[in-house]
Nanobody, 115 residues
């Protein structure tokens, strides 16, 4: 079965950096499109960044020029490098993939940015 396991969340001061990782199993990772979503307290889950199987990336306007999504197909892992973090980046970050129109999610990793 499909499994996505996130790690790397932490408490960090504004201006700091974190790198999130998502290890995938149960899928042919090299052909999977992957995404990172963020859910702030009391808000909906929103797409932060995505990367296609060919490496094309997209970003939410709020994180452009600060966050970088990347993938390592040999490790079946997708990363989210987050720089210049702001308090509004606080939330639970979820890894995502879509297989045969079905959404799969990890358990999430908490990122808290203090001001």
């Amino acid at each position: 079965q499909v499994q996505l396991v996130e790690s790397g969340g932490d408490l960090v001061q504004a201006g700091g950096s974190l790198r999130l990782s998502c290890a995938a199993s149960g899928i042919i990772f090299s052909i999977a499109n992957m995404g990172w979503y963020r859910q702030a307290p009391g808000k909906q889950r929103d797409l932060v960044a995505s990367i296609t199987s060919s490496g094309r990336t997209t970003y939410a306007d709020s994180v452009k020029d600060r966050f970088t999504i990347s993938r390592d197909n040999a490790k079946s892992t997708v990363y989210l490098q987050m720089n210049s973090l702001k308090p509004e980046d606080t939330g639970v970050y979820y890894c995502n993939t879509i297989l045969r129109s079905q959404y799969f999610w990890g358990q999430g990793t908490q990122v808290t940015v203090s001001s």
